[in-house]
T-cell receptor
Framework: GQQLNQSPQSMFIQEGEDVSMNCTSS?????WLWYKQDPGEGPVLLIA?????ELTSNGRLTAQFGITRKDSFLNISASIPSDVGIYFC???????????FGTGTSLTVIP | EAQVTQNPRYLITVTGKKLTVTCSQN?????MSWYRQDPGLGLRQIYY???????DKGDVPEGYKVSRKEKRNFPLILESPSPNQTSLYFC??????????????FGEGSRLTVL
């Protein structure tokens, strides 16, 4: 299957700091999505990107669909303790049938 | 409330004892899929279904079966579970109509341990 390289693997930051994480792929995707997973729960969609070059915000979160369609990044500004969790990128194949996920970025926010 | 419901949430079983994990969604979504989540590997797709009676293999289908007899249900069947199928399993669904069709909605997960 296709591999999504997500980095960094983990981050420990102070409350109030900004966070940046990214995903790269060897293949082109039709859609990029960013999910957050809290312990014991399923992933929850944060942002969906549908067009190359698209920059989308959702509150303190901003994500971009790379112009090559092989990468995406997620920024979180002014982090707060409830941002703690694991963040996953996901790419949707061109035929729309399959989704591939990154290995996740574990975020810890220190108050 | 729109949701994807999986059962059981936790299960411990023994090698070779057939089991079924159920998944149901109330959003009238055409597309449903199963993933397994393992440490360091992220989520990997097992099977997906584009609609009733239409199913296809994902990246890691070996040892699993699925069926889609009704639009709302998509059970995952392990005919003869083995210890390497110990994992956290997620069911997800999405609609196929409209612009925003890339958004997957996940269940809360089913943690399976095979001894």
């Amino acid at each position: 299957g296709q591999q999504l390289n997500q980095s960094p693997q983990s981050m420990f930051i102070q409350e109030g700091e900004d966070v940046s994480m990214n995903c790269t792929s060897s293949s082109i995707f039709n859609t990029w999505l960013w999910y957050k997973q809290d312990p014991g729960e399923g992933p929850v969609l944060l942002i969906a990107l549908y067009k190359a070059g698209e920059l989308t915000s959702n509150g303190r979160l901003t994500a971009q669909f790379g112009i090559t369609r092989k990468d995406s990044f997620l920024n979180i500004s002014a982090s707060i303790p409830s941002d703690v969790g694991i963040y996953f990128c996901a790419g949707q194949t061109l035929n729309g049938n399959q989704f591939y996920f990154g290995t996740g970025t574990s975020l810890t926010v220190i108050p | 409330e729109a949701q994807v419901t999986q059962n059981p949430r936790y299960l411990i079983t023994v090698t070779g004892k057939k089991l079924t994990v159920t998944c149901s969604q109330n959003m009238n979504h055409e597309y449903m899929s199963w993933y397994r989540q393992d440490p360091g590997l992220g989520l990997r797709q097992i099977y997906y279904s584009m609609n009733v009676e239409v199913t296809d293999k994902g990246d890691v289908p070996e040892g699993y079966k699925v069926s889609r007899k009704e639009k709302r249900n998509f059970p995952l069947i392990l005919e003869s579970p083995s210890p390497n199928q110990t994992s956290l399993y997620f069911c997800a669904s999405r609609g196929l109509a409209g612009v925003r069709t890339g958004e997957l909605f996940f269940g809360e997960g089913s943690r399976l341990t095979v001894l």
